[in-house]
């Protein structure tokens, strides 16, 4: 199939200039000006953006955790995803402690072989390090294309390890050219504040936002950079919250130190009032909690001074059944949210619509950065002659409102209801065919692809 998009503004991470595109196969074959190729279908993208597909680089799709199970899995989480112009998203194989790898891979890719419809690869979350581990985390890198490990400061007895094997981790990894990501907050210290507020009947959504004060984040930050700077790791810290959080890898920075960050859309958006709606704060229940406006706004410096390098969304969606779970204790509400489909349209809206940042940057973070973290540029993340065909064709101009009732989550809520947006997706391509068009997805079940990543280094960017 060939695919001929006429003259739209084309955004790349540094440029922003009106062109032609062609695809061929899977492929971008030509770019440039009154391009005159007979393609299978032209699309005139006239006032229109064109843009690489975005990569979304943490999500949960099916996951086991708390009790229950995420309520998107590789189906209707990869179509969710391409409604919102995400092409690929990055999904985390979760080690069962006590067991190996690879056998947690074989799960995941039960999973995702044969059911996903976009693009996706794994980060490898290691729960329980030892030396037949370690050989597994060089098999990773080296015969399995997954660079990137997750580790997690919390969540103790289930997934968190301590800071003895989160060192022997860097040491193995840095030595292999992967890279290490990590839930940075103080675990010890959350448990005990939630039991302090558990003993004293304080049960309610809200003290779950007043258990994971900001210094348990901008603590576990701080430490994971000295632990990084020692072992001298490439590491990633996921969904940065807050300030504290920020000024901890400021200061990494001061001994030239560089520490990829990653925050998350809602945390940009959404902030801690939500959860003085009684039980309904339940919905945006999520670890780190949402914090405050002044967060908000040292977010957004942090993008723009280029100390925060990419926008995920964390989604880990539960149905408003499973939230209830919590309904009479806090601690046992399942910890995530519903995100996948609306990073690219809300970060364009609030982001560049609004004026806080400019267009090259908003596909630097939404798209270009992941590929260079995690070892796929240049084939993902940009529009450029041999680059897969990950394009979206964007309407800048046309408003509409996110709703449950319009969603393609598997999700009866939305975290954004009755927020209208400027800027609509109007046309996804994945690998050089249409995906979503007219509102409807044309990929089915499989055609999503396994893309294998290769080794990365604290230079990539
Ligand atoms: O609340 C969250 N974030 N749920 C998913 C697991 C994690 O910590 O990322
Ligand atoms: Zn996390
Ligand atoms: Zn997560």
């Known amino acids: 199939m060939s695919i001929l998009i006429k003259n739209g503004r084309v955004i790349t991470a540094s440029e922003s200039y009106i062109a032609d595109v062609y695809t061929e196969g899977e492929q971008i074959v030509a770019i440039g000006k009154n391009l005159n190729y007979k393609a299978d279908k032209v699309i005139d993208a006239t006032n229109k953006l064109v843009f690489p597909g975005g990569i979304d680089p943490h999500v949960h799709l099916d996951m086991p955790f708390m009790g229950t199970y995420s309520s998107d899995d590789y189906e209707t989480g990869t179509r969710a995803a391409l409604f919102g112009g995400t092409t690929m998203v990055i999904d985390f194989i979760l080690q069962t402690q006590g067991d190996t790898l690879h056998n947690a891979l074989k799960t995941w890719q039960q999973k995702s072989i044969g059911k996903a419809i976009g ?36 969540y103790k007895g289930a997934l968190m390890i301590d800071d003895g094997q989160m060192v022997q981790l860097m040491k193995v990894v840095e030595k292999h050219g992967g890279l290490v990501t990590v839930h940075a907050t103080n675990g010890d210290m959350i448990d005990s504040l939630i039991a302090k507020n558990r003993s004293e009947g304080n049960l309610s959504p809200l003290y779950h936002y007043l258990s994971q004060p900001e210094v348990t984040e901008a603590e576990a930050s701080g430490r994971f950079a000295d632990m ?132 090259t940057k908003y596909v630097e973070i939404s798209s270009t950065n992941a590929a260079k973290i995690f070892g796929m540029y240049p084939r993902k993340g940009t529009i450029a002659i041999g680059s897969d065909a990950d394009i979206v064709i964007f309407d800048p101009k046309k408003t509409h409102t996110i709703s449950k009732e319009t969603h393609h989550m598997n999700c009866d809520y939305s975290g954004y209801e009755g927020r209208k947006v400027t800027g609509k997706i109007e046309t996804v391509i994945l690998r050089g065919k249409i995906a979503i068009e007219n509102n409807a997805c044309k990929l089915k079940a499989g055609h999503g692809q396994f893309i294998a990543r290769s080794k990365t280094s604290k230079t990539v960017i």
């Not at 794994?122 to 990137?148: L, P």
């Not at 700077?229 to 919250?241: A, F, Q």
Request: glycine share 8%; net charge negative.
């Open 119 to 154: 693009d996706y690869s794994y980060h490898m979350a290691v729960t329980d390090f030892n030396d037949d581990v370690a050989k597994e985390v060089v098999q990773f890198i080296e015969e399995e294309g997954i660079s990137s490990f997750k580790t997690f400061m919390a």
């Open 228 to 359: 990084l700077n020692y072992t001298d790791c490439p590491g990633y810290i996921v969904h940065m919250t807050c300030e504290g959080a920020l000024n901890a890898i400021r200061k990494a920075t001061q001994r030239n130190q560089k520490v990829f960050i990653e925050t998350c859309i809602q945390y940009l958006l959404l902030d801690a009032s939500l959860y003085e709606k009684g039980f309904e704060g339940a919905k945006w229940v999520m670890s780190p909690p949402l914090r405050e406006k002044k967060d908000q706004e040292a977010l957004w410096s942090g993008i723009n001074q280029g100390l925060i390098q990419v926008i995920g969304t964390d989604h880990c969606p539960f149905m408003l059944e499973q939230k209830k779970m919590g309904i009479n204790d806090f601690s046992k509400i399942p910890n995530g949210h519903p995100a996948i489909e609306h990073r690219m349209e809300l970060l364009y809206s609030e982001g560049v619509d609004h004026g806080k940042i400019s267009l």
